[in-house]
C-alpha cells in the first residue's frame, strides 16, 4: 500500500505562485508514472503533470503548459509541482497519484492506484 503525502497549497492571487509537495511511502522512482490531477467543484478529475518511470518523459495538460513543473526529488521520494503564473481557473483541489502499472493512456485517472488526500488551491482576486 503506497502512502501519499501532500503539502503546500493555499490561496493566492491570480499571477501568483505556488508549490505542491508530495512525498511517497515508496522509492519515487519505482512507479510506473507518478503525477497530479487536479478536480474543481462541479468538474471530473483531470491530470495536469505526470512523470514516466520508463521513458523519463514529463506530461503537462495543455491549461498548464508552460506555467506548471513537475520535478522529483529520489533521494527525499517527493515530487513537486511548482505552479507560477495562477489563474482563477486553476482553482481546484490537487492531488497526488502513482501508478503501478501502464494504463491505455497516459496521465489517465483510472489507471493511477494509489492517492494522497489532496490539497486545495485557491486563486482569486
Known amino acids: 500500500q503506497v502512502h501519499l503525502v501532500q503539502s503546500g497549497g493555499g490561496s493566492v492571487q491570480p499571477g501568483e505562485s505556488l508549490r505542491l509537495s508530495c512525498e511517497a511511502s515508496?522509492?519515487?522512482?519505482?512507479?510506473?508514472?507518478i503525477g497530479w490531477f487536479r478536480q474543481a467543484p462541479g468538474k471530473s478529475r483531470e491530470g495536469v503533470s505526470c512523470?514516466?518511470?520508463?521513458?523519463?518523459?514529463?506530461y503537462y495538460s495543455d491549461s498548464v503548459k508552460g506555467r506548471f513543473t513537475l520535478t522529483r526529488d529520489d533521494a527525499k521520494n517527493k515530487v513537486y509541482l511548482q505552479m507560477n503564473g495562477l489563474k482563477p481557473e486553476d482553482t481546484a483541489t490537487y492531488y497526488c497519484?502513482?501508478?503501478?502499472?501502464?494504463?491505455?493512456?497516459?496521465?489517465?485517472?483510472?489507471?493511477?492506484?494509489?492517492w494522497g488526500k489532496g490539497t486545495l488551491v485557491t486563486v482569486s482576486s
Open positions: 497519484a502513482t501508478a503501478n502499472t501502464a494504463w491505455r493512456s497516459f496521465c489517465d485517472s483510472d489507471g493511477m492506484n494509489s
Open positions: 515508496g522509492r519515487t522512482s519505482d512507479y510506473y508514472t
Open positions: 512523470l514516466s518511470n520508463t521513458d523519463g518523459t514529463t
